[in-house]
């Protein structure tokens, strides 16, 4: 019967010596594919076990101990935090750092100049104030007028509001100023 | 008066309760014997010789202060190295957390490099001496995500297994298996990729 191939978790047991099953090892044994993985893990695996000794190798003796020692001599606020503040605590201490902290205060304070500012900008500004005489003669409806003193729900609505209100005087010949030529077309 | 053996014959187990009662000096037998394998762990799983540093230190700071609460079982080396894998994945964590408030870049290359050790710390035979086998496995390493990297990392560097490994990331052994094999996998393609 054709057995398939040996999966990753096989060949890895296989790479450290595991005892595989006899249909396994009868498997290996011919089929090319299985035995260059398992060649190719056991290269890795001494590979990486050099490089994990060499590494182990290139720390000098005694050289963490002064390190560990500072630290419980002069315990800081972390060293007395329970275990999860203490990560949390050196999360928020590079949050916190100065460079980090000025630009997150400058952002901030953007931010709020931008929202101060905004009402006041010239494109959300009305061009000329709302007077009592344009509210009579229709120029302007009170919707509007209410709109720009207290808000709206939905600025959309009042973008179409606004722009239908004031581009009306200024595509009529409206040298009158009354409702009526506006309505007409600007004819007499 | 009892007499006892000096600390750095004692096993780990009984420096580990010397530690949790207040014993310094069995904390540095611990630190002289273990931590030049917790330092090349992380030093390779965080692609940085000054986190790893950092981190050494942190692990065994936690070893002391729940030294008192450690109950000996024989699992002193897998107890140190969950903590060394924690502190190593909130590391990772803050990085990604870094390099989305902060637009920091992530680890490059060159850093990757540059935290290995030099040719001659190697065995003259060991094809590691060559730059581009060991740029080549570094890199390879450092581009596995983080869980894979670890479970990589303790079972080819501390020789762990897959039950040791998953007491040490604190999952399953079925997930530790799973992360080795996909990790393996993905080394592999990796590697050859780059052959």
Request: hydrophobic letters at 40%.
């Amino acid at each position: 019967m054709h057995r398939p191939c040996l999966d990753a978790p096989r060949i890895l047991a296989a790479s450290k010596g595991e005892a595989l099953g006899a249909d396994e090892r009868q498997h290996l044994e011919t089929c090319v594919r299985c035995q260059e993985g398992l060649a190719e893990v056991r290269r890795i695996t001494v590979l990486l076990k050099e490089l994990g000794e060499a590494e182990r190798g290139s720390l000098a003796p005694g050289r963490l101990w002064p390190g560990v020692e500072a630290r419980l001599e002069a315990p800081g606020l972390r060293a007395r935090l329970p275990l999860p503040l203490a990560g949390l605590s050196r999360l928020t201490q590079e949050v916190l750092r100065p460079s980090v902290a000025a630009a997150w205060a400058a952002g901030v304070v953007g931010l709020l100049l931008g929202i101060w500012l905004a009402p006041r900008s010239p494109s959300a500004e009305p061009e000329e104030p709302y007077t009592w005489s344009s509210l009579v003669e229709g120029r302007v409806s009170l919707s509007a007028v209410y709109e720009s003193s207290f808000g709206t729900e939905t600025g959309e609505a009042r973008g179409v509001e606004w722009e239908f209100e004031r581009e009306a005087p200024a595509s009529g010949d409206d040298s009158s100023g009354t409702g009526e030529s506006r309505q007409d077309g600007g004819q007499p | 008066m009892e007499s006892r053996a000096p600390l750095h014959e004692l096993g780990d187990d009984d420096l580990v309760a010397a530690a949790g009662r207040g014993e310094r000096e069995a904390l540095r037998v611990l630190v002289e014997r273990w931590g030049p394998r917790v330092h090349a762990f992380l030093r390779r799983a965080l692609s940085s010789s000054h986190d790893a540093d950092d981190l050494t230190q942190e692990t065994f700071l936690r070893l002391w202060r729940a030294a008192p609460r450690y109950r000996p079982q024989g699992r002193c080396a897998a107890w140190l190295f969950r903590i060394a894998g924690n502190l190593a994945r909130q590391e990772l964590r803050r990085r990604k957390v870094r390099s989305l408030l902060l637009g920091e870049t992530p680890t490059s290359l060159d850093d990757v490099v540059d935290s290995l050790p030099a040719p001659a710390a190697f065995d003259p035979e060991s094809p590691l001496r060559a730059d581009e086998i060991r740029r080549a496995l570094a890199a390879a390493l450092a581009k596995l995500p983080g869980r894979q990297r670890l479970a990589v990392l303790l079972r080819f560097y501390e020789e762990m297994s897959t039950a040791e490994i998953a007491d040490a990331l604190g999952t399953s052994p079925r997930a530790a298996e799973s992360l080795l094999a996909r990790g393996t996998r993905r080394l592999r393609q990796l590697l050859r990729a780059q052959a």
